[in-house]
């Protein structure tokens, strides 16, 4: 009877806990939906193109429908699979390379110390999913039994893997500055207003970060993975219907989540920009107050720019890619890991070693 008391005290805590995440789970849906639609449109501007301006919800706003049209348009189209594919591998690649991307907001502080699993070792949490996207590539590749999706795969594979590296070293640095693997404190260490983040005093391993974050989503300029423009679209050659449609949900899902992490890393996650300052540039007014507001306009800012590049960038070749990846961005992140190193030894910016 006391196990059972014990179990319905904590019910209500769970419930909560619950309808968070299926709450979280449906703006993230809806957030991956209308990114697309942004996407095209913010291109459409840059281009001095109109975008999609005919579906439309209930008789308002051209073009916000487009993206329900999309998905009934998949939706309704057949998924072929090859006769002589691993069928089982096949259906579950798309699956492998989505649900990591829902699954680590779990650790991800959506608003002032609160998290759905506040782990302390959520950061390790989070690296270990966002490199879960490679298996996904290579099932994908291999258990289509073709030759040219196995080779996208390789090559996909190869240029995640290597930006996987600068991306773990540079959140060395983060470690570093906050003496913490719980996401939480890393964003509360980080109070004291705009220049007390992380981007000031970690500006190199913030570059890093981005520029491996666009490489690890597959985004232009880095996005030989799928080859949008080439006759053969690497691993993913083989799909088709809703099951292609699922790998470019993960990767507009997975944009999201880099942007929530270089915010939550490097720019305060949710706390306001004049936090800490004097009342005459309203550190002590309503805009200094913490929220989710703060953190959903900083991935707001961090996603434009996202779009930005690829409407800006052409796309690079794949030994340049490489050659970025081994030759630069390593050595940038080791170099300054040991500079961050002498100045926490040094007592010199605001870390606690």
């Known amino acids: 009877m006391s196990a059972l008391g014990d179990l319905w005290g904590q019910l209500p805590g769970y419930l909560h806990s619950t309808l968070i995440t299926l709450l979280l789970c449906i703006v993230l849906i809806l957030s991956v939906a209308y990114l697309t639609l942004w996407e095209r449109k913010v291109i459409g ?101 073709s030759k040219y999706a196995f080779l996208g795969a390789m090559r996909s594979a190869a240029q995640m893997v290597a930006y996987e590296i600068a ?44 520029i491996s974050g666009i490489a690890e989503t597959n985004r232009a300029p880095f996005d030989v993975a799928e080859g949008e423009s080439e006759i053969v679209a690497g691993f993913h050659v083989e799909y088709s219907g809703m099951a292609f449609a699922l790998f470019f949900l993960a990767e507009y899902a997975n944009m999201i989540l880099i942007a929530g992490l270089t915010a939550v890393f490097f720019f305060g996650g949710w706390l306001s920009p004049l936090d800490g300052y004097p009342w005459w540039l309203g550190g002590t007014s309503i805009l200094a107050l913490p929220g989710t507001h703060w953190l959903v306009l900083k991935l707001f800012a961090l996603l434009f720019l996202f779009l930005w590049f690829r409407a800006t960038f052409p796309r690079y070749r794949y030994d340049q890619i490489m050659r970025l990846g081994w030759k630069f961005l390593i050595p940038v992140t080791l170099v300054w890991i040991a500079v961050e190193a002498l100045m926490s030894w040094y007592h010199v910016g605001p870390w606690k070693l």
């Open 167 to 210: 991306m773990g070293f540079a959140l060395v640095g983060v470690l570093m500055a906050a003496g913490s693997l719980n996401l939480g404190v890393i964003v509360t260490q980080q109070h004291g207003g705009l220049l007390a983040w992380n981007w000031f005093w970690l500006l190199p391993l913030l570059v890093v970060y981005f």
């Open 45 to 145: 501007w840059m281009q001095m193109r109109i975008g999609p301006n005919r579906v439309r919800i209930f008789g308002l706003l051209p073009g916000m429908g487009q993206p329900f049209a999309d998905v009934i348009k998949l939706l309704i189209k057949e998924i072929v699979i090859p006769a002589r594919a691993n069928k089982i591998l096949f259906r579950l690649a798309p699956a492998i390379t989505l649900i990591p991307a829902f699954a680590a907001w779990a650790v991800v502080p959506i608003a002032p110390n609160y998290a759905i699993a506040n782990v302390d070792a959520g950061l390790l949490y989070v690296l270990s999913l966002t490199s879960m996207g490679v298996y996904g590539v290579i099932l994908a590749g291999w258990s289509s039994n």
